[in-house]
């Protein structure tokens, strides 16, 4: 590993004003940490924002805030959570470890780094880790990447369960940075690799994540499920965060559909929501707007079994929700 400077933050200003290039910020190092020792990340000097007092979850309003240092395993645990968004609270669960969940923050989740193996391995090109050297998945192992929104630059997937259930929700990113201050949407933190995979989200140089504020719960039943190669300890390959809303007369008042494991992004799923919404709370029903979202999958060869499997889960799922 190539040596590097650490400091903790003294402060949330003092972080983002000490910012300079080969700087980065230090969640709980379950990723970048990781990274380092691979030789993918390299930083020159790491701040440890992971004590900074980002630590609450807080109602405000009819609004929650969660700190950004928050651990996932407090976040899971938490009784407003699991009483006002459990399915965000089963979306944290179903990620990594009991130890890993003890550490990583709410931050450092969701601007964990993909695991496609040609990224992690500095032996091979990657256009993420290594601008325009190629992205050998393509032709390559490509089985877990995506199949919505890829490029021919890049075909990764965002790895975070959390980002899936908060795309759903609606969240807001709160951030402090060189520029200021401001609030990103959910979706919408994580962008498509379109001609740039080296970025993951729409984040500047030196911005800090300081909070995620929940808007009040959705009307509806609410579930997040995820498809993984075995039951603990593996990321996706696809999961759902959804909600639906089905009035007196049986007819869909409300839905919401974030797919993981599909794209570089929590993928909101909003064909099918607008395909669903006014129409019946039907099995057929659920099974044209599932396809009416998987019209624009475009996969690769050893990865179009996400293709059926993101429209059977899409289905299973609102069945299940469903009155
Ligand atoms: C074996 C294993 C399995 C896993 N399985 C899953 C899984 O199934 N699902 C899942 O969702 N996750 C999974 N994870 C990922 C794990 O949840 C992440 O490693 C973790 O959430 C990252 O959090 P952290 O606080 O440790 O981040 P760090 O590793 O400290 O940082 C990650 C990134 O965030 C940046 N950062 C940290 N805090 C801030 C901040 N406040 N503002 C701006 N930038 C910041 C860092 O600079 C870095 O780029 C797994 C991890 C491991 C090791
Ligand atoms: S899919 Fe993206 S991360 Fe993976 S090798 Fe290609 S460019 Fe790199």
Redesign the pocket.
């Known amino acids: 590993m190539k040596p590097f400077e650490y400091a903790r933050a003294a402060g949330t200003a003092e972080a983002v004003r000490d910012f300079a290039p080969g700087t980065?910020?230090?969640?709980?190092?379950?990723?970048?940490?990781?990274l380092m020792r691979l030789g993918v990340?390299e930083p020159e000097r790491l701040v440890d924002?992971?004590r900074l007092p980002?630590d609450a979850i807080e109602e405000t309003g009819d609004r929650v805030r969660v700190g950004?240092?928050v651990r996932?395993t407090d976040l899971a645990a938490d009784p407003l959570i699991r009483a006002r968004y459990p399915m965000l609270a089963r979306a944290v669960l179903?990620?990594?470890?009991g130890q890993?969940?003890n550490?990583?923050?709410v931050?450092?989740?969701l601007?964990?780094?993909t695991r496609c193996a040609y990224f992690q391995d500095i032996t091979r090109p990657c256009n993420k880790r290594r601008p325009g050297s190629g992205c050998p998945a393509i032709e390559g192992d490509h089985a877990g990447l995506a199949i919505l929104g890829a490029s021919d630059a890049c075909v990764a997937t965002h790895?975070?369960?959390?980002a899936v259930a908060l795309a759903a929700l609606d969240a807001q990113v709160h951030v402090t940075g060189p520029g200021g201050d401001r609030i990103i949407p959910m979706p919408g933190l994580h962008r498509l690799p379109g001609e740039e995979p080296e970025r993951d989200t729409v984040?500047e140089p030196g911005?800090?994540?300081?909070a995620v504020e929940l808007p009040p719960p959705p009307p509806g039943a609410s579930h997040y499920r995820k498809v993984?190669e075995r039951a603990s300890?593996?990321?996706?390959l696809v999961s759902i965060a959804a909600v639906l809303d089905v009035g007196a007369d049986g007819k869909v008042a409300g839905c919401r559909i974030a797919l993981g494991g599909v794209a570089h992004v929590p993928w909101r799923a909003e064909r099918a929501e607008q395909a669903l919404i006014g129409g019946p709370a039907t099995g057929e029903a659920f099974l044209q707007a599932a396809e009416a979202e998987l019209e624009q999958a475009a996969p690769l060869p050893r990865n179009a079994f996400k293709a059926p499997l993101a429209r059977n889960l899409i289905v299973a799922t609102l069945e299940g929700l469903a009155p």
Do not use: E, H, K, W
């Open positions: 980065m910020y230090l969640g709980g190092g379950t990723n970048l940490v990781d990340a924002v992971s980002l950004a240092t996932n179903t990620g990594a470890s890993v969940r550490v990583a923050t931050a450092g989740n601007l964990q780094r790895p975070s369960d959390m984040l911005d800090l994540i300081t993984r300890f593996a990321f996706a």
